[in-house]
């Protein structure tokens, strides 16, 4: 598929980051955090990543936002070469790819105030004229639920889910085509998180967004997503249309995430799968699928070969030699 034909398209990145041990810090090896990830987000759409803590997916998500330069890959955006872009070149098409933050208590300034730093990008960029910035502020924290008034307020007179709100605010002021949603609701309360997860529905409904919605949570990526990528320990492991994946899981990691996603009222609970211990190191993965030592279905060739990440049907993809063998 050409990269033209998608608002975002990855190919191949991979990340890793020096491994460091002893009283001098030298060298011991590498962590590969994220090793040869490839995606694509059509315009629009929401592409859920989800995967466990230290599976890459923060990172593949900083390394799209050029927040870090990947080692090796290519990126386009928007049918252009996004790794090619720099100096003013990358700061003008900035604009059309914002990111927030998973906690806005660190993302956002303590010392100034709401209004100004939703006004920050609208100067950097130049997006309305000096003398609209103050009512294009007000229409952006109208759009997130919050007054007018509050333009005037520093971030610690805001609940944790209000000052979110205003993150996002800040992040749409650019008016941008694609948001990289980095655990947007994980510092959240559950129904604050409920609020911040409707309203970004709802911004996407009014404005055409696209997403790339990075997240531990499988419930909430089903419920926002209209696609979901899978990672584990820095790969892509199942792709596919959410309401696929999440009804017949192919790749077993993913059976095991959404048998941990509680159930309520008269639908059935899915059935229980637990994997042992925790994840392997990314600075030491196993040998063969990096899956296997946790994986109940592992056979002797999980142990010697990595399954790439291959065709299942038409719109789905696994890294599994036994795909839907765990499937509810």
């Keep these: 598929m050409s990269a033209a034909l998608d608002l975002l398209r990855v190919e191949e990145i991979r990340k890793s980051y020096p491994v460091r041990r002893g009283a001098f810090g ?115 924290l109208a759009e997130v639920g919050l007054s007018p008034e509050s333009a005037s307020r520093f971030p610690s007179e805001f609940s944790g889910g209000q000052r979110q709100r205003i993150a996002i605010a800040r992040a749409l002021a650019t008016r941008p085509r694609l948001v990289i949603c980095d655990e947007p609701v994980a510092s959240l309360d559950v129904s604050v998180a409920a609020q911040v997860v409707n309203l970004l529905l709802d911004l996407r409904e009014r404005s055409g967004l696209s997403y790339l919605f990075v997240s531990h949570d499988l419930a909430t990526v089903e419920r926002i997503s209209d696609r979901v990528a899978v990672m584990y320990l820095g790969r892509i492991v199942e792709e596919g249309p959410t309401a696929e994946v999440t009804s017949r899981p192919l790749h077993p990691y993913t059976a095991a995430l959404l048998s941990a996603v509680p159930s309520a009222g008269p639908v059935p609970a899915r059935a229980r799968v637990v994997l042992p211990g925790e994840p392997p190191s990314a600075a030491d993965p196993p040998h063969g699928c990096s899956f296997h030592p946790r994986c109940p279905i592992a056979r002797p060739r999980c142990r010697e070969e990595t399954p790439p990440l291959s065709p299942f049907t038409s719109s789905r993809t696994a890294a599994c030699f036994y795909p839907g063998e765990l499937a509810p």
Excluded at 44 to 62: F, H, M
Excluded at 78 to 89: F, K, Q
């Design 26 to 140: 030298a060298a011991r090896g590498r962590l590969r955090a994220v090793d040869g990830v490839s995606l694509h987000v059509a315009s629009g759409e929401t592409l859920g990543l989800v995967g466990e803590s230290g599976s890459g997916k923060t990172t593949t998500g900083r390394l799209i936002a050029r927040l870090e330069e990947p080692e090796s890959g290519r990126i386009w955006f928007d049918g252009e070469d996004w790794l090619a872009l720099s100096g003013e070149a990358l700061r003008r098409r900035r604009r059309d790819l914002q990111v927030v933050f998973q906690d806005p208590q660190t993302s956002l300034n303590p010392r100034m105030t709401a209004g100004d730093q939703v006004a920050e990008p609208l100067r950097v960029q130049a997006i309305v004229p000096r003398q609209q910035v103050r009512s294009r502020v007000a229409e952006l």
